[in-house]
T-cell receptor, first 116, second 115 residues
Framework: GAVVSQHPSWVICKSGTSVKIECRSL??????MFWYRQFPKQSLMLMAT?????????EQGVEKDKFLINHASLTLSTLTVTSAHPEDSSFYIC????????????FGPGTRLTVT | GDSVVQTEGQVLPSEGDSLIVNCSYE??????LFWYVQYPGEGPQLHLK?????DKGRNKGFEAMYRKETTSFHLEKDSVQESDSAVYFC??????????????FGIGTKLQVIP
């Protein structure tokens, strides 16, 4: 149980285009979903927290107009990287948590984004 | 804000060696503590957890004790195997504004077991 999927697993796009990444909780309802960014050999950097049906809460320094997050249902959240640039190339990982309490997070397999 | 400090960089034990990866945390709240493991090209997976002081998380021969008095959650194993090689993240989950929980991760420790 507690499986989180991401799609696509990798994507290459041209500079200036937008890319959408999906995160789904397959066997539980996720009240809260998180989006992380990870650079090579570095830790996870939390980008934003999203709760179903409400606006995402972005971490300091993360541009909300560039990284659009939608959490329309209890099993789906999307991250759209708008007007992507090469510096947006990274490994994007989502996670989901079944409630608001101290539950562990379940991570997706990640999406490798390369902007050329 | 909350913080997690763990053994930095890479640890290179030989197969059969004992292992300790240090993790210390700082928070004004009463956190839950976790170790996550990440294999190359994959997302992190929960490795073990401890929800309150003096709890011990266990998984695949690894253990970590939630020590409130020293604010530590060190990861230990008596005899490592090559298959244990991965990056390990220590993390805490603590209450945040609005009743939500926020998770803070350490920088990660790469365990490379020498066969």
């Amino acid at each position: 149980g507690a499986v989180v999927s991401q799609h696509p697993s990798w994507v290459i796009c041209k500079s200036g285009t937008s890319v959408k990444i999906e995160c789904r909780s397959l066997d539980f309802q996720a009240t809260t979903m998180f989006w992380y960014r990870q650079f090579p050999k570095q830790s996870l950097m939390l980008m934003a927290t999203s709760n179903e049906g409400s606006k995402a809460t972005y971490e300091q320094g993360v541009e909300k107009d560039k990284f659009l997050i939608n959490h329309a249902s209890l099993t789906l959240s999307t991250l759209t990287v708008t007007s992507a640039h090469p510096e947006d190339s990274s490994f994007y990982i989502c996670s989901a948590r079944p409630g608001q309490g101290p539950y562990e997070q379940y991570f997706g397999p990640g999406t490798r984004l390369t902007v050329t | 804000g909350d913080s997690v400090v763990q053994t930095e960089g890479q640890v290179l034990p030989s197969e059969g060696d004992s292992l300790i990866v240090n993790c210390s945390y700082e928070t004004t709240q009463y956190p839950s503590l976790f170790w996550y493991v990440q294999y190359p090209g994959e997302g992190p997976q929960l490795h073990l957890k401890a929800m309150k002081a003096n709890d011990k998380g266990r998984n695949k021969g690894f253990e970590a004790m939630y020590r409130k008095e020293t604010t530590s959650f060190h990861l230990e194993k008596d005899s490592v195997q090559e298959s244990d090689s991965a990056v390990y993240f220590c993390a805490l989950s603590a209450p945040f504004s609005g009743g939500y929980q926020k998770v803070t991760f350490g920088i990660g420790t790469k365990l490379q077991v020498i066969p």
